[in-house]
């Protein structure tokens, strides 16, 4: 009980202060911790860590190893626009706890831990990555949250890179106000999304023959990095590969 209201009272202003003095909590569960940016030892079995044997092109997890370059069934049935989707963690109730008051609930501090694990789950494209750009929110959305959780990420993702590639927070823009994704099926997200997003101008001719890394929070359907991938194509980009914190794992049909 105690710990949890800590966690609820460095939620609020002064966290930075309080963070000095105050011992680091789990990021899953709020309990005391030795490290900063770390799971305590209840919490950490509990999240799925993607992790090979998997799809070369989603990373859609395999039971057991189908050889080098092997796809899932749904990529081979459609395959993505993008190049190659890393996730570091199953998106699932545990790791829901650690996403959403992220998402809503201004905890930037979670991005530090997070983006870690997506530099590492995502190690080869950062390698391959020229630019990192963040799936943008609407101006509309941004205002009421007031920060990009994607660009929080990709800032860190970008940090954690030893590549010379180069993180552009506004190469992309959403100009449609798309409203909330959850709750739409599949199809209805694709056209929600399809003419949400375009080139920033100041960057249009800087995506030609690059490979760029987009960086999200969750990849559910994959309607939003595909309609983002779109618009990188069209401005002549070579390969587009996605990095999401979390990502949606669906029984194979
Ligand atoms: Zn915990
Ligand atoms: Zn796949």
């Known amino acids: 009980m105690l710990s949890t209201g800590l966690g609820r009272l460095c939620a609020g202003a002064g966290r930075a202060v309080l963070n000095a003095v105050l011992p680091p909590l789990c990021l899953g569960c709020g309990e005391i911790v030795e490290t900063p940016g770390a799971l305590c030892a209840a919490c950490w079995p509990r999240f799925t860590f993607i992790a090979p044997p998997y799809c070369a092109r989603c990373a859609y997890p395999f039971t057991q190893h189908a050889g080098e370059g092997a796809v899932c069934g749904a990529c081979a049935a459609r395959p993505p626009r993008y190049r190659r989707a890393r996730a570091a963690l199953a998106y699932d109730a545990h790791s829901r706890r650690l996403v959403l008051p992220f ?77 909330s994704q959850a709750g739409l099926a599949a199809k209805q997200r694709h056209d929600n999304v399809r003419q949400a997003f375009d080139l920033h101008p100041r960057w249009a001719s800087a995506v030609s023959g690059k490979t760029v890394l987009l960086v999200d929070d969750v990849l559910t359907t994959g309607a939003t990095v595909e309609a983002c991938t779109r618009v990188l194509q069209r401005g002549g980009a070579r390969h587009v590969d996605v990095l999401t914190l979390a990502r949606v794992i669906r029984p194979a049909v």
Do not use: F
């Open 103 to 179: 998402k809503h609930g201004d905890r930037t501090d979670i991005a530090r831990a997070c983006g870690g694990w997506m530099a590492r789950a995502g190690a080869e494209l950062l390698a391959d990555a020229d630019l990192i750009a963040p799936v943008p929110l609407h101006w509309r959305r941004l205002v009421s949250r007031r920060y990009n959780q994607a660009q929080l990420l990709a800032r860190v993702v970008a940090g954690a890179s030893s590549s010379s590639s180069q993180l552009v927070p506004d190469l992309l823009r959403r100009r449609r106000w798309t409203g």
